[in-house]
């Protein structure tokens, strides 16, 4: 007799319940996808837009290289330079005797006006390439027509920091007369002194004066700019000079202490500081 196995009972089991996915975070593509679409925002166009965009000089240079050797009188003659005009009188035969030797021709807001009144409406092929400021000080007119404005009213700066913004050459001469408004000057000389621009060769310039900064070490060539002045005016300063008729030794210079003014270069010198200075050269002598 052949015995029969019991039927398989058949069992169930149970499955794990299944982990529900939390939403993923939109991002910013995704939800800016589901936005609709705005039209295109109208871009300005701006005549010579080249000219407005900042570029610093494309060197691995430092400071001290660059004025390694200055030649203070071909700096003017050599041309290839940025050339930027102050609201001071009288400067309107320097804008045009070095209009030729310049690249961009940039008038602050109130010298457009004194270059307008002094030389355009004889001359008015010299142009400059824009024209900028907080217009406080000047009103623009037909003699300007084509020529790029650009009004920065910004109070924490001056004009001058605006228009050495906007220039692209490694060198920058800025014609000013060193006279009337004494707070005008000394600010120009805190601008120039930025150190964003140590990089570059910038100069104050008028028919007597020159005025430039040296962060650390210079050797000059002059002829005509042989009267010397050099101004510690970022506190006390280690300095040492050679090729001038009173040289320091590397010695402390500060306000209210020792400073080298009335100082005569014999053609060719050097200079030495642990601290930026303020060089003025002037090619004529007055006691």
Same mark, same amino acid.
């Given at each position: 007799?052949?015995?029969?196995?019991?039927?398989?009972?058949?069992?169930?089991?149970?499955?794990?319940?299944?982990?529900?996915?939390?939403?993923?975070?939109?991002?910013?593509?995704?939800?800016?996808?589901?936005?609709?679409?705005?039209?295109?925002?109208?871009?300005?166009?701006?005549?010579?837009?080249?000219?407005?965009?900042?570029?610093?000089? /494309?060197?691995?240079?430092? /400071?001290?290289?660059?004025?390694?050797?200055?030649?203070?009188?071909?700096?003017?003659?050599?041309?290839?330079?940025?050339?930027?005009?102050?609201?001071?009188?009288?400067?309107?035969?320097?804008?045009?005797?070095?209009?030729?030797?310049?690249?961009?021709?940039?008038?602050?807001?109130?010298?457009?006006?004194?270059?307008?009144?002094?030389?355009?409406?004889?001359?008015?092929?010299?142009?400059?390439?824009?024209?900028?400021?907080?217009?406080?000080?000047?009103?623009?007119?037909?003699?300007?027509?084509?020529?790029?404005?650009?009004?920065?009213?910004?109070?924490?700066?001056?004009?001058?920091?605006? &228009?050495?913004?906007?220039?692209?050459?490694?060198?920058?001469?800025?014609?000013?007369?060193?006279?009337?408004?004494?707070?005008?000057?000394?600010?120009?000389?805190?601008?120039?002194?930025?150190?964003?621009?140590?990089?570059?060769?910038?100069?104050?310039? /008028?028919?007597?004066?020159? &005025?430039?900064?040296?962060?650390?070490? &210079?050797?000059?060539?002059?002829?005509?700019?042989?009267?010397?002045?050099?101004?510690?005016?970022?506190?006390?300063?280690?300095?040492?000079?050679?090729?001038?008729?009173?040289?320091?030794?590397?010695?402390?210079?500060?306000?209210?202490?020792?400073?080298?003014?009335?100082?005569?270069?014999?053609?060719?010198?050097?200079?030495?500081?642990?601290?930026?200075?303020?060089?003025?050269? /002037?090619?004529?002598?007055?006691?």
């Amino acid at each position: 007799m052949m015995l029969k196995n019991p039927p398989t009972k058949s069992c169930t089991i149970p499955q794990k319940p299944k982990k529900l996915k939390s939403p993923r975070p939109q991002t910013t593509n995704s939800i800016k996808s589901k936005l609709p679409k705005l039209p295109p925002t109208p871009t300005l166009q701006i005549p010579n837009q080249s000219l407005f965009l900042h570029k610093t000089p /494309s060197t691995t240079q430092s /400071s001290t290289t660059l004025i390694k050797m200055l030649d203070l009188n071909s700096i003017i003659t050599s041309g290839g330079y940025d050339l930027i005009v102050l609201n001071r009188p009288g400067l309107s035969s320097l804008y045009k005797s070095l209009y030729p030797l310049s690249q961009q021709k940039i008038l602050t807001d109130g010298a457009a006006t004194r270059i307008r009144d002094e030389l355009l409406e004889t001359f008015p092929n010299y142009q400059p390439s824009l024209i900028i400021g907080d217009f406080d000080s000047c009103t623009i007119d037909e003699s300007f027509k084509g020529i790029p404005i650009i009004r920065a009213e910004d109070q924490d700066y001056t004009d001058l920091d605006k &228009a050495l913004d906007m220039t692209i050459q490694e060198t920058v001469i800025i014609l000013t007369d060193f006279g009337g408004r004494l707070d005008h000057t000394l600010g120009a000389f805190n601008s120039i002194c930025n150190q964003k621009y140590s990089q570059r060769k910038i100069f104050l310039y /008028s028919k007597e004066n020159i &005025a430039f900064f040296v962060r650390n070490e &210079a050797r000059f060539k002059a002829d005509n700019w042989k009267y010397c002045g050099i101004f510690p005016l970022c506190g006390k300063t280690l300095i040492g000079t050679t090729g001038f008729t009173w040289n320091m030794k590397n010695q402390e210079s500060c306000f209210g202490g020792l400073v080298s003014f009335c100082n005569v270069l014999d053609r060719e010198g050097s200079i030495t500081v642990d601290k930026p200075v303020l060089m003025v050269f /002037s090619n004529e002598s007055r006691d």
